[in-house]
């Protein structure tokens, strides 16, 4: 008893200053239950600056002005919001209302996280969020529409401050979005997130990125069905990380972003899509191999890079190619991640080709996936050696070979071509229904590797597979194979 009765006189003995702080950290109900503590603690909690909740729909604007109307700071540095239910808002008037007093408090943050119950439940925006002179960041999560930010409100966006934008799950491409973009000088972190599954409405052709002080930026862009292309410029000269998830649209880069340091684009299309012949007009196309390969080939500056892909956007086939003179060269590159899906061995034939875009690469890892037909599964030698592959390739670690003789062909092409290689290695999915007939493949496979002759003297060559029931491992001073267990 004596030490809780010590323990509470310890944290009484701490300025009202340093308890407010300790009690902003706190969800407001916990923080407001303090105040039958003790006289002293009655209203401590009214002089809170960060603000989170959560709240039913149809009690929000209530709870909300309630609460808003007994705290004592002007400043509300963050308000954080987890709300359900969106369709049992009240009126647009009085939600508008409510978040303007959150405004009024001059408040930096702004989070709010929707939880839609059903298929046609959406969170419309209150406008006045875009018009807050002293927001610093804004993230909203949920189905998001902006009916209330019409075509003629767009002189009205003023967030001169904001550094930070998240946007998860619009529900189609606003055509008001550049103006957004652009109305932020100072945003440094931008994420896009759309799902067009429900698009109903006019969606914009083409989006202008315009943000000069831009650090990040991630764009993941879904659909379902048939759905246009869309136009996607970057005007972003300090970018440093851009995270890109979008098989269809163009993107173009206004000027090269000389600061980018990491990329990481995934042009891997989506399950669901409709395999009618009036909607393959809509797929990957020659242009767009062309024209993606020239946006990637502006990413030059960076040192690490993940690149997804498949066979309707395999953009290597363009990549090495020179194009009006010019062929993109990665001289910071040292770290490539990339995963082919459904293209199979044919596609290492475009990959080695356009390694002599990155002669500085030292470290090279190629997830192979998905199930290609066998006529795409046949190696194809190149005529050249990429420099980087002699010269400066350290590792290499390939994931997703099935065990067939031109799996072995590929591999004597790196092992006898990598001069200064110290690691390979070789993950092989051999697909067999018999544990023996299974155990006997992959160790043949194995041994066929360990013999193939190699260039680097100092090679280690790890092989695992998906074979599970035994394990043995064969360890010399060049080689190293091991089977999982």
């Given at each position: ?8 006189d ?11 702080e300790?009690?902003?950290l ?12 003790s ?16 709240a ?8 909300a ?18 709300l ?5 808002l009240?009126?647009?008037?009085a939600l ?11 408040v ?12 046609e439940?959406?969170?419309?925006v ?12 804004l993230?909203?999560?949920?189905k ?23 946007l ?32 109903e ?17 991630k764009?993941?862009l ?8 869309i ?10 990380h ?11 880069f ?21 395999e ?5 007009d809509?797929?990957?196309s ?15 500056s ?10 309707d956007?395999?953009i ?13 060269v ?5 770290n ?29 890892e190629v997830?192979?996936?998905g199930?290609?037909?066998m ?11 990429p ?9 290499l ?18 092992l006898?071509n ?14 067999n ?8 493949k992959?160790r ?11 260039s680097?003297?100092?090679c ?5 597979d998906?074979?599970?029931?035994h ?12 089977f999982?267990?």
């Open positions: 008893m004596s030490e809780t009765i010590e323990e509470e310890m944290l009484s003995s701490l300025p009202d200053a340093i308890l407010i300790i009690l902003s706190l969800p407001i109900n916990s923080a407001a239950v303090t105040s039958v503590l006289h002293r603690w009655r209203y401590l909690w009214t002089g809170v600056n960060r603000l989170q909740f959560e039913e729909a149809s009690h929000f604007t209530d709870i002005d309630h609460i808003l109307g007994q705290l004592t700071s002007h400043k509300l540095r963050d308000f954080e919001l987890f359900s239910s969106p369709s049992e009240p009126e647009d008037d508008e209302s409510s978040f303007r007093n959150v405004c009024r408090r001059n930096e943050k702004i989070f709010i996280h929707v939880q839609c119950s059903f298929y439940e959406f969170f419309f209150p406008a006045c969020l875009f018009t807050s002179q002293s927001l610093v960041i993230e909203l999560v949920g998001l529409k902006f009916d209330l930010l019409a075509d003629d409100e767009i002189g009205t966006i003023q967030i001169p401050n904001l550094k930070k934008l998240s998860d799950y619009l529900l189609d491409v606003p055509l008001w979005l550049g103006n957004l973009v652009r109305s932020c000088p100072l945003l440094e972190n931008l994420n896009l997130v759309f799902k067009l599954d429900w698009a409405s006019e969606i914009a052709d083409s989006v202008d990125i315009c943000a000069l002080n831009l650090r990040l930026l764009i993941d879904e659909f379902v069905g048939r759905t246009q292309r136009n996607i410029s970057i005007d972003a000269p300090k970018l440093e851009l995270n890109l998830r979008d098989c269809t649209s163009y993107y173009d206004v000027r090269n972003p000389t600061a980018l340091v990491r990329a990481c684009i995934d042009l891997i299309k989506e399950e669901r899509y409709l009618d012949e009036d909607d393959m809509w797929f990957p020659n242009h767009y191999l062309h024209h993606m390969s020239k946006f990637v080939g502006g990413m030059s960076i040192s690490s890079l993940d690149l997804k892909l498949e066979r956007s395999n290597f086939t363009y990549l090495s190619s020179v194009d009006d003179g010019f062929l993109p990665f001289r910071n590159l040292s490539f991640e990339m995963t082919l899906d459904g293209i199979g061995l044919n596609g290492w034939k475009d990959l080695i080709l356009s390694l002599r875009c990155f002669p500085y690469l030292k470290h090279l997830n192979m996936e199930d290609p037909p006529e795409l599964n046949h190696w194809c030698e190149p005529g050249s050696v420099e980087c592959l002699v010269s400066k390739m350290k590792t670690q390939i994931r997703g070979l099935i065990g067939i003789d031109d799996d072995l062909k590929l591999l004597a092409y790196i006898s990598g001069v200064v290689l110290d690691e390979l290695c070789v993950d092989v999915c051999i697909r229904d018999c544990k023996e007939a299974l155990h006997w992959e043949k496979f194995c041994m066929s590797l360990f013999k193939l002759p190699r680097s003297s100092t280690e060559v790890v092989f695992s998906n074979f599970r029931a394990g043995w491992q064969v360890l010399t001073t060049q080689f190293l194979f091991v999982n267990v």
